[in-house]
């Protein structure tokens, strides 16, 4: 019976904060880590983003891409760096103040990507999502999902789990020896 007291108790407190918001409105409600590059704006699915760093202190690493930076150590663990926007265009980013690395661990890949601004954790109204974005470059449109329209942007869904299925991604090196 004390427990029920208490679960009640908390019910009460949550509907008192006013950032709290009620089942049904969570239910409506899509949140992702965004962020800024080539100068268009994506969300990826919390899930997929294990964290967000500083571009950290790397080593290079030869006879790879140029979208490759090298790799960090990061609480004993080694990530490799590398420039996301460079690698889907070809081109170096040029270094921003605001760059951030987004790390993703899948599978038993460890990755550090970096992007010109993250923008922290957004949350979108699921009825603002568009299964598809006929203004985005193919080169994303590969490891995008759709996208949700919010304040006159498109938000285009970015899934890390596509780049790291993606063979020209994972074989870094700069001539494939056999």
């Known amino acids: 019976m004390a427990a029920n007291g208490f679960i009640e108790l908390l ?17 409506n409600r899509w949140s992702g880590i965004a962020f ?7 969300i990826a699915p919390l ?12 080593t290079s690493v ?5 979208w490759v930076w090298g790799l960090a150590n990061i609480r004993g663990r080694l990530l490799s760096v590398s420039d996301l926007a460079c690698f889907i ?22 990755v550090g990507l970096i992007v010109d601004q993250v923008l922290g954790i957004q949350h ?3 009825k603002s999502f568009f299964s598809e974005n006929q203004n ?11 996208h949700f329209h ?19 991604y994972l074989n870094a090196s700069e001539k494939f020896i056999n």
Request: proline share 5%.
């Open 47 to 58: 899930g997929e983003v294990s964290e967000v760093i500083y571009p950290p202190k790397y």
């Open 150 to 168: 919010q304040h006159n942007h498109a938000w285009n869904v970015f899934l890390f789990s596509r780049l790291l299925n993606d063979p020209k």
């Open 89 to 110: 265009s070809g081109q170096r980013s040029q270094f921003l103040p605001t760059q951030k690395v987004l790390c993703i661990s899948h599978n038993d890949h460890y």
């Open 11 to 27: 019910r009460l407190s949550k509907r008192g904060n006013k950032n709290y918001s009620d089942d049904e409105s969570e239910v």
């Open 62 to 66: 030869p006879n790879v891409q140029d």
């Open 124 to 126: 979108f109204n699921k």
């Open 36 to 42: 800024e590059m080539m100068g268009q704006y994506f």
């Open 136 to 146: 985005l470059d193919e080169k994303l449109n590969r490891y995008c999902q759709g």
